[in-house]
């Protein structure tokens, strides 16, 4: 099947927030933030704002009737600034105008004296003064301290990872629309409709039961609309509320790059020891995650930084320390991943750094300790149906790794100025949110009289092919033709209570979910069914191409006829179902448990050719083998894989977020932040799916797959080094991500600091730290 | 300020009152409820808002896909505006089918305009849509969900589909064979009358309404465009004997208004400059080059500009003139390029003097050119640092060498210590190395996004060399010159 809404997306036809029909009185708003990154609020002039023409009101802290609070795990976050400034681009105050243009022109005349305070911008600045969110954490396997004796080598080193900004085309938006008797609906690209509703009932001080959220389709979100699509619905809400008009907020790309989060920046050190022939005995890490100026989301995403340490290997004596450190730069959020990517990156650089010292490939240090069934994680899960081991060789096989080797080898033999580079990337992406509770998905069935069937979820649909995949899984259950199912916009009056779509979770939570639902109608159904023709087993009562059959054999009707002899007969035909898989858990005490559902693996091979002179290079080509259990639609399934990771391939190499010391977002648009175009993509993308590959914990046995394969990108740096390190052998390179040309020209030709490296005797190894905060 | 235009909206005819300066996409979304063309930046690097802009010329229709939202609606006027309404049809379209069966359309938010620049691709290349042609219309577009590996699948079944035409040479002749073929919707067939029918006088000509002067306005609206829709604006478009290429005696002649795109078209600049289609695609977007002019290139004075990189190797000269009736007596004045900037965006210009030509000497048979841009991101990316060289040779003698480097320094830098020290001088290894030093004390690099201070010098010594190992590669490798062994 196709994705359900693609012609419609190739007319211009399908609609966004800012497309929808104008409502009479439409009233437009733009956000006044602090142009300081931290300090006191010493006084806001609005008199000059307030005579531009168009303009109808302006709003600060004060007009909140209800709580000046969104902070969505912990309350450490106002709406509107009231006495302190955190970052710049916080919101302060909203105008509200006949135009757009008017609001933007009066926000420019709106001044704010701040007493400014010292800003901080690196996480480490910022863990040694205390500003730290919520405890550090630790995991803990096997016992680290006791074995670096008996490692016959043993590495340490520094990485410092960058952030990304989502840049989903449709940036933020929100139109608040008030209706009756103090309600209000609002259509919001927000991933989170009940985050929304929430929290716009808690600005407003009015129960959320009066707070409609509807969202047919996002353009795009990659996690940058998970929480961060809920400040601007409060603050359109906000202004609806006291105006008792429609207001739209719709944030210009500056705007959006300038107010909101991004994925986090890290900065780890690593220390790892191997036997000689490349087992991994030991491995410790500390993270340190730039969280910005709030809580927002970061220490969920430090969590699975935590759980993603590791990656795709089993290390017996691991210890993992994180902590998120507050700064004054935008509250950094979810972003495909999750805080996985930056812990994964980090291993795969240990593994380098080791690999260069043993002098041995990189990829059989990989290989020797991927994760075999069983193995434990540092979180207390074991290894089950473990596909790293499959995948790697398979991938191996497929795409003859041994001839990559030779033929780049040989290049770089013959070849001075330009070198070629590849890499092997495993992953493993654990299912589940971490947060155990927010694993409960929600489905709504209709089946009308006709035979048209709607169906609601608390599923958001944001270009990730959810929709599709739910047609396909009714269809599948139901056995009858696609034409017949909508998927209906996501609602927060039809569903109540949703988790975000986010955790590539929504199909597997939403879509089984649905899968119940739907089998509530059918047992009705054939129930009614045998009652009515007499039929022993209703359980043997099937619908297949729209016929009704038992025991396989036609009965004489078919689903339009079912459907209205039910309806007579006073059958119900909807169903609201509930799905939350059992046999997750996890305790924060002890940090142990069963956090997942089930993992996602995959390996990628990656070959790039690195133009020396120039410091620019060419990703040739990434062939992957991927677990995706039993697909949904494949369609769907591959672009995801594409699309994450050409994301993750991005994040490693161009996209450079940047910030000076005073917090000021250098990267501020794009003509400055750079991401995949075009000529980026790899001349060559080949993609296998792993075969026979069962999943018995996802609807149908398919799989997730919205994270996992940006994970992939992660090979490219590694490529890259392998390239530069042709061109430069006696260089020892830093770890820095991104590896924009400017890094590797640096690199190749700058004097470059080492990470400090001690091979046996052991008396000369640098004490580690001890681990605090456990 | 406002002005009447008329102009064909897809299949309507269009006669309205807009200020000129009013953005074609603003019109478009908040005005005329053409709501499949969409907002992702504003500053013409998403490519979410490209539409067709058509017009009317002696072999019949031409089309070009342009970022709306740089697009300046009184330029509209007597054209044929083509937006994703204006290509459905009952049916999908073989463009919008390829990307449903290939999936080349997530959250759909990109679509819409690349259905407008892959059609425009089967207008402009017809039966001849390959590849490279479907990496080159798509080049403007961002897409963050798919990748684009699924669009170029898509790309590949457009090409399949368009096997069946019949080559042809003029986008009218494939125009009419798509809409045979039920690709493009009938009404095109119609669009050359009705635009002879509209056609009036354009607004504003002979008449400068202001000396705020729009070209293409790819730079001034990324600046300012908050403020233009409100201001008495002078559409230079408006004034199409700025535009062109001519050939006089030994010298070319370059129209302000040249686009990029037609710059790097024209024969005489393809024989001047072989390889300018190569060095053409590093910059800006295909979108932005069908809009953006040399003249503006060099208004703007942006020390990283391109065109005013390669020019300034070219040695070339502006002539100038000045608009201001009090100053009318004033006559044309030329002035080299080199001498043009005096400071960060400083000119050698009077406000209301408009740059009008651009002129160089066409190269003689024993001169080389080359252009080399490094940016963050090889395509439609601003360079961190670019340099241009023209060089000619007498047994191995330096006859004559030009070389500038942009990104160096306040203005875009012709580097005349350096060409002083080269000319007359042997082409070899020590001479060049000498030079890569002199060059170090021209350049002036400040860090900022596009790079560091010492990445910017690392990168200017490095496409120095890049320039004698592109042009010599018999004399000059990397390794001589930086004198690595190994
Ligand atoms: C997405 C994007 C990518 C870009 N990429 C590149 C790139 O890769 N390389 C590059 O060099 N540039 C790039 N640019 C910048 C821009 O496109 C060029 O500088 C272009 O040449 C500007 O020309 P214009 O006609 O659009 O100028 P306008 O914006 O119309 O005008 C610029 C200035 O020049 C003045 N002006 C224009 N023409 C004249 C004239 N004839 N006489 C007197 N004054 C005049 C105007 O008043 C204005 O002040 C990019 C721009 C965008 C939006
Ligand atoms: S809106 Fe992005 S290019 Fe015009
Ligand atoms: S499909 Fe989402 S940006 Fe292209």
Redesign the pocket.
């Known amino acids: 099947m196709k994705n359900i809404d693609a012609a419609l997306h190739t007319r211009g036809e399908s609609q966004y927030v800012s497309d929808l029909p104008k409502p009479a009185g439409l009233l437009y708003a733009a956000v006044f933030a602090s142009p300081v990154a931290h300090g006191e609020i010493v006084n806001i002039d609005l008199k000059k704002a307030r005579q531009h023409s168009g303009v109808i009101a302006i709003f600060t802290a004060r007009d909140i009737p209800g709580e000046n609070q969104i902070g969505p795990l912990i309350p450490d976050e106002p709406l509107l600034a009231d006495s302190m400034v955190h970052y710049i681009g916080q919101p302060v105050a909203i105008v509200v105008a006949v135009s757009p243009e008017a609001a933007r022109k009066a926000v420019k005349s709106i001044q704010m004296e701040v007493k400014e305070l010292e800003v901080i911008v690196d996480p480490r600045a910022a863990f040694q003064k205390g500003e730290i969110i919520g405890s550090p954490r630790t995991f803990e396997l096997g016992d680290v301290d006791s074995t670096w004796d008996v490692c016959d080598v043993i590495v340490e080193g520094k990485c410092e990872v960058g952030g990304q900004e989502h840049v989903y085309l449709e940036t933020q938006a929100v139109r608040a629309i008030p209706t009756e008797a103090g309600t209000m609906t609002l259509y919001s690209s927000t991933q989170s409709p009940h985050a929304v509703q929430r929290t716009v009932a808690k600005i407003l001080g009015i129960p959320s039961h009066r707070i409609t959220v509807d969202v047919k389709r996002l353009g795009g979100g990659f996690g940058g609309k998970e929480d961060q699509a809920t400040p601007w619905a409060c603050l359109a809400a906000l202004a609806a509320w006291h105006l008792q008009k429609p207001v739209e907020l719709v944030l210009n790309r500056h705007e959006d790059i300038l107010m909101t989060g991004k994925r986090h920046p890290y900065s780890s050190d690593f220390k790892i020891g191997l036997k000689k022939d490349g087992t991994i005995l030991a491995y410790e890490v500390r993270h340190y995650q730039n969280a910005g100026a709030s809580a927002d989301l970061s220490p969920a995403i430090l969590e699975r930084t935590l759980f993603h340490s590791t990656n795709a290997y089993f290390i017996p004596n691991a210890r993992i320390f994180a902590v998120s450190c507050r700064t004054n730069l935008p509250p950094f959020t979810a972003f495909r991943g999750f805080g996985g990517p930056q812990g994964m990156f980090v291993m795969e650089c240990a593994i380098a750094k080791a690999a260069e010292v043993l002098n041995i490939p990189r990829e059989e240090i990989q290989r020797k300790n991927l994760l075999k069934e069983g193995d434990e994680f540092p979180y207390g899960q074991k290894a089950e149906a473990a596909r790293a081991e499959v995948t790697w060789d398979k991938a191996v096989k497929t795409y003859d790794l041994s001839a990559i080797k030779q033929r780049i080898d040989k290049f770089n033999q013959t070849h001075f100025e330009v070198k070629k580079g590849y890499a092997l990337m495993p992953i493993c992406f654990g299912i589940s949110f971490t947060a155990t509770h927010l694993n409960q998905g929600s489905a709504l069935v209709h089946v009308y009289t006709d035979g048209s069937v709607s169906i609601t979820t608390g599923g958001v649909e944001m270009g990730q092919g959810f929709s599709t995949k739910v047609v396909e899984l009714a269809v599948k259950t139901l056995g009858i033709s696609p034409e017949r199912i909508r998927v209906e916009s996501t609602n927060t009056t039809r569903i109540a209570n949703m988790s975000p779509s986010a955790a590539s979770a929504t199909t597997d939570l939403c879509g089984g979910a649905t899968i119940r639902a739907i089998e509530q109608i059918l047992s009705r159904l054939k129930r009614f069914t045998a009652e009515q023709l007499s039929l022993e087993k209703p359980d043997e009562i099937t619908i297949q191409n729209e016929q009704v059959l038992y025991q396989g054999k036609p009965t004489g009707w078919d689903w339009k006829e079912l459907i209205q002899r039910a309806y007579m007969a006073r059958v119900s035909l909807s169903a609201h179902d509930f799905w939350a898989p059992p046999g997750i858990y996890f305790d924060r005490t002890t940090e142990k448990g069963h956090p997942f559902n089930y993992h996602v693996y995959g390996t990628a091979i990656i070959e790039v050719t690195l133009d020396c002179l120039r410091g620019i290079y060419q990703i040739d080509s990434v062939h992957l083998v991927h677990d995706l259990g039993r697909p949904v639609n494949k369609l769907v399934d591959i672009g995801q894989i594409e699309g994450g990771l050409a994301q993750g391939l991005g994040w490693m190499t161009v996209e450079d977020l940047q910030f000076d010391e005073k917090g000021r977002l250098l990267s501020n648009a794009l003509?400055s932040y750079k991401l995949p175009e075009v000529y980026f993509t790899p001349e060559k993308i080949d993609i296998t799916l792993l075969e026979k590959a069962d999943n018995p914990r996802g609807p149908y046995g398919s799989k997730a797959v919205g994270e996992p394969p940006l994970m992939y990108g992660i090979g490219v740096y590694f490529a890259l080094r392998y390239a530069m390190r042709a061109f430069a052998p006696d260089k020892d390179f830093p770890f820095q991500a991104p590896l924009t040309p400017e890094r590797v020209l640096i690199n190749l030709y700058g004097d470059t600091k080492s990470s400090s490296i001690s091979v046996k005797p052991q008396s000369e190894e640098k004490e580690v730290q001890p681990v605090s905060g456990k | 300020m406002t002005t009447s235009i008329r102009f064909l909206l897809n299949d309507q005819e269009m006669d309205m009152t807009v200020p000129p300066g009013l953005l074609v996409l603003d019109l478009l979304r908040h005005h005329l409820e053409k709501t499949g063309t969409k907002e992702g930046c504003k500053?013409?690097?998403c490519g979410a808002c490209t539409v067709l802009l058509g017009e009317l010329t002696d072999s019949g229709m031409h089309y070009r896909p342009v970022?709306s939202c740089?697009l300046p609606a009184g330029e509209i006027h007597g054209k044929h505006l083509v937006t994703v309404e204006g290509l459905n049809l009952n049916h999908l379209t073989i463009v919008q089918e390829a990307i449903v069966n290939e999936g080349a359309t997530q959250c759909g938010f990109c679509t819409p305009a690349i259905v407008v620049s892959l059609t425009y691709g089967l207008m402009e290349k017809g039966a001849n849509f390959d590849d490279e042609d479907v990496k080159y219309v798509l080049s403007g577009h961002l897409c963050r969900c798919t990748g684009y590996a699924s669009l170029l699948r898509a790309g590949k079944l457009i090409q399949q589909k368009a096997h069946s035409l019949t080559p042809s040479a003029t986008q009218s002749e494939n125009i009419l064979q798509l809409i045979e073929k039920g690709i493009l919707p009938s009404y095109f067939s119609e669009v050359p009358e009705k635009l002879k029918r509209m056609a009036s006088i354009p607004p504003g000509n002979g008449h400068l309404p202001s000396a705020?002067?729009?070209?293409?306005?790819?730079?001034?609206?990324?600046q300012e465009g908050e403020s233009l829709p409100d201001l008495a604006v002078t559409l230079?478009n408006l004034f199409p004997e700025?535009k062109g290429i001519v050939q006089k005696g030994k010298n070319l002649h370059i129209g302000?208004?040249t686009t990029?795109e037609e710059f790097a078209a024209h024969p005489l600049i393809q024989k001047a400059i072989p390889r300018i289609k190569d060095y053409m695609l590093?910059?800006?977007?295909l979108q932005?080059r069908n809009?953006?002019?040399?003249?503006?290139?060099?208004?703007?004075a942006?020390p990283?500009?391109?065109?005013?990189i390669l020019l300034l190797a070219l040695n070339a000269e502006l002539i100038l003139t000045e608009t201001s009736p009090t100053q009318k007596d004033k006559p044309m004045r030329r002035i080299r390029l080199r001498n043009f900037y005096k400071g960060y965006k400083k000119l050698d210009?009077s406000p209301t003097?408009?740059?009008?030509e651009i002129v160089f000497s066409i190269p003689e048979p024993d001169e080389q050119i080359h252009f080399e841009k490094v940016s963050k991101r090889r395509h439609?990316?601003?360079?961190s640092v670019n340099s241009a060289i023209r060089i000619s040779l007498k047994d191995n003698i330096i006859n004559q060498i030009h070389l500038s480097m942009g990104g160096v320094a306040p203005i875009p830098l012709y580097l005349s210590q350096t060409c002083d020290y080269l000319s007359g001088k042997e082409l070899n290894l020590s001479n060049i190395q000498e030079a890569m030093e002199i060059a170090q004390t021209e350049i002036s690099p400040i860090s900022d996004i596009r790079g560091s201070a010492e990445y910017k010098r690392l990168l200017s010594r490095n496409l120095f060399i890049a320039h004698f190992c592109e042009l010599f590669p018999d004399q000059f490798s990397l390794k001589d010159l930086l004198n690595i062994h190994g």
Do not use: H, P, Q
């Open positions: 003509a | 500053e013409g690097d970022t740089l705020k002067f729009i070209a293409g306005g790819t730079d001034i609206y990324v230079l700025m302000a208004l990029f590093l910059n800006a977007s932005v809009r953006a002019t040399i003249g503006g290139n060099i208004v703007n942006s990283i500009a391109d065109m005013v210009k003097e408009l740059v009008k439609l990316d601003i360079a």
